[in-house]
């Protein structure tokens, strides 16, 4: 196995082991619940001002994505259902009938045995929300059939038998027992995680496939979480979750928020606030930056509940330490591919250069990043999240399935390195991305469109080929494109029509225009990158929407190294593919016309999306093999220099880390060998008054730009 079972062990295991601080045993319970109506429908806050379309509306076109779908399709009809209950139904004590399980971290004595079931549960619930396919029913029913016999058996005979009848999982009680006295990974290993995916996994059978039995198990459980947490004190909880690993609960706030708005049960909200991680909560909500050297995946699902139980409760803190969250990891923390954290972990703020290695970007936390930024979409519906997951579903995830077939792995990557010549690894079979993965590659869909909340208005967030389908305006709207290609994307109203307010993202990344045409008449709606564009019409059937925004290639900067760069091809990020273990040094502004593009110097190589610069081939990430790669390169550009003139003047750099031809750059296209030498005059009077430059060394500059005659 490529990814053994002690995969965490080979992180730091010092905040494990942390000394215990003392208890305050005179504290109330966190969350007693009141007195539930069985009658009652959850009193939920309207805080969402845009909606998701269900993942069996909308249908994947042909293309890469789909390809990628079709992949894991195979995967989840064939992988045997009794390996995945293997572990539930020896935890029971029932036949597990000839079955294997699964392996990695989903073994007979694994702490974390179980945690995969759930994922699979998930996978087998989208893939039949896709495509509806009897078998895929069918092995869902039969999964959720056998785990309520688990929790039957359980409940009646297991031994030791659970506190409650509502326990469910492939482990005795024993490690949710020991957590509540502290316990530290590796002794335990994060039970409610596990409990999460189980739960979670189930909710999906229900609301995806309508398995009524699967919300019944859930809803059990929840009571059972209740029944252990409920009535514990808030210093106890709060120390549990602080637990590195151990205390580790995925997403437990966001799916018990989401049970109690299908029960009702005022124990399961109670249940949802008993994880308040209360510390980072109020840190966040202050706009506090406390990240550095904590778990990424540990904490960011933790936030996305935060955001249901601000649906919830109305408690405007729950909404802030979201917001301010996000912020905190998107950019400050973020590498090209749209993914976080080195080694698991948290880097300082702007710490992308210093932190480059062959263990970055945990799938599973890019997995987690963007369910945040959806959820946080749909209550502010602000083009910066869905920016972002473009990014990270485009140049990450759709990167992270290896682009070969198999039924026995689900070939998905752990870590995705940044560093100079690393090699993407695949496989994963039951640890946690691997499990993450399983789901991803079956809901690329799932926010490609969304609503308003008042049905009025249909944004489209990606352009990826698509139908959706919405019965409730009658409508039926197809995508055709194929990205992450260049190429034009036409979006066509095959069914219905009527007043609609047509929302289309311009991407930040558009700098090279967004152009849009209704039924061949150009519109004169300003298209601002990293804005949306709004059509307000009556349309009708047959109605096409086209929809042009040229890619440009373009270099993104390291925040702690602006020397360190990532090239860009649109939204597609392009990796040099080389074995060498050191980076490879760019240099490019020697060789611009006045255009001042860098398509320049890094030339179509022949192949879609393919370039070539310094007898390297760059390629688009999201082409899954095992070829060593370099996300990153050294751009140097010491010496001031106009084509064949050379200035001899050092190419200095200002504080912020730009130097003296990246600014001058920036203000390209110049449409006249005048305008261009005005513009670097300007500019070296400007490094002379800030003492970058001296008198003699921007006489030389000028005297360059003046000889250089460069091309248009």
């Not at 308040?276 to 550095?292: G, I, K, Q, Y």
Request: with cysteine.
């Amino acid at each position: 196995m490529p990814r053994p079972p002690t995969r965490r062990r080979a992180l730091s295991l010092a905040a494990a082991t942390a000394a215990a601080v003392p208890l305050a045993h005179t504290a109330a319970p966190a969350h007693a619940a009141a007195p539930a109506d069985p009658g009652a429908t959850p009193a939920a806050v309207p805080t969402r001002a845009a909606l998701p379309f269900p993942l069996s509306q909308v249908t994947l076109g042909e293309g890469v994505f789909r390809r990628k779908r079709d992949l894991m399709l195979d995967y989840a009809r064939s992988y045997p259902a009794d390996r995945i209950l293997a572990v539930f139904r020896a935890n029971a004590g029932l036949d597990a009938r000839g079955a294997r399980p699964p392996g990695g971290w989903e073994t007979a004595d694994g702490n974390l045995r179980g945690h995969f079931g759930g994922h699979f549960l998930t996978l087998i619930a989208q893939a039949y929300a896709d495509t509806r396919e009897p078998a895929l029913k069918a092995k869902l029913d039969y999964l959720v059939t056998a785990l309520g016999e688990c929790q039957r058996a359980l409940a009646e005979r297991g031994s030791p038998r659970p506190s409650h009848p509502g326990f469910l999982a492939a482990y005795p009680e024993t490690q949710f027992v020991l957590l509540e006295s502290y316990t530290t990974y590796p002794t335990i290993w994060a039970p409610y995680y596990t409990c999460h995916k189980i739960m979670r996994g189930l909710l999906d059978a229900y609301t995806l496939a309508g398995n009524a039995q699967a919300l019944t198990i859930a809803s059990t459980m929840g009571d059972w979480v209740h029944s252990r947490l409920g009535k514990l004190p808030k210093a106890q909880l709060e120390r549990m979750w602080s637990i590195y690993i151990a205390g580790e609960y995925g997403g437990m706030n966001e799916v018990l928020a989401d049970l109690y708005t299908l029960t009702g049960k005022a124990e399961h909200l109670a249940a949802a606030r008993c994880f308040d991680n209360t510390a980072l909560l109020d840190a966040c909500a202050e706009n506090r930056d406390v990240l550095d050297g904590r778990h990424a995946n540990q904490h960011i699902p933790q936030f996305t509940g935060y955001v249901r139980l601000f649906d919830h409760t109305g408690e405007e803190r729950y909404a802030a330490a979201a917001r301010n969250f996000w912020g905190m990891v998107v950019d400050p923390r973020m590498y090209s591919l749209g993914g976080t954290g080195q080694g698991e972990m948290f880097r300082a703020r702007g710490a992308v250069a210093a932190t480059l290695g062959d263990d970055n970007a945990e799938t599973c936390a890019t997995y987690n990043l963007l369910k945040l930024s959806r959820e946080l979409f749909f209550r502010r519906p602000d083009a910066d999240y869905m920016d972002h997951y473009e990014r990270g579903l485009t140049n990450h995830i759709l990167a992270s399935r290896r682009d070969t077939p198999s039924t026995t792995s689900p070939e998905v990557t752990y870590f995705v390195g940044m560093g100079p010549g690393v090699v993407r690894e695949y496989d994963n079979t039951g640890t946690c991305c691997g499990g993450t993965g399983m789901e991803n590659h079956t809901k690329y869909q799932d926010s490609v469109y969304s609503r308003s909340a008042d049905g009025g208005a249909l944004y489209v967030n990606l352009y990826l080929a698509s139908t959706l389908r919405w019965p409730e305006r009658g409508l039926v709207v197809e995508q055709t494109g194929d990205y992450p290609a260049e190429g034009v994307r036409t979006l066509t109203f095959r069914e219905g029509g009527g007043p609609l307010d047509l929302l289309l993202r311009v991407p930040s990344w558009a700098t090279g225009g967004f152009t849009v045409t209704v039924n061949g008449v150009r519109q004169s709606a300003a298209a601002t990158p990293g804005s949306y564009l709004t059509l307000s019409r009556s349309w009708r059937r047959g109605d096409q929407v086209r929809i042009s925004a040229p890619y440009r290639l373009r270099v993104e900067r390291a925040l702690d190294d602006p020397t360190v760069q990532s090239v860009f091809h649109g939204p597609v990020l392009l990796v040099a593919r080389s074995p060498e273990t050191g980076f490879r040094t760019f240099s490019f502004y020697k060789d611009f016309t006045l255009r001042g593009d860098l398509a320049d110097v890094i030339r179509p190589e022949g192949r879609p999306q393919h370039f070539t610069t310094h007898g390297l081939t760059l390629a688009p990430f999201h082409i899954a093999d095992d070829t060593r790669y370099h996300a990153y390169f050294k751009r140097s550009e010491p010496v001031v220099v106009f084509g064949t003139a050379d200035s001899g003047v050092p190419n200095r750099a200002r504080a912020d880390g730009l130097t003296f031809l990246d600014v001058l750059w920036r203000q390209a296209p110049f449409t006249s060998s005048g305008r261009f030498v005005r513009a670097v005059r300007a500019l070296a009077d400007g490094w002379l008054s800030e003492g970058l430059f001296t008198r003699a060394e921007r006489d030389r500059v000028a005297a360059a730009a003046v000889g250089a005659n460069l091309k248009r």
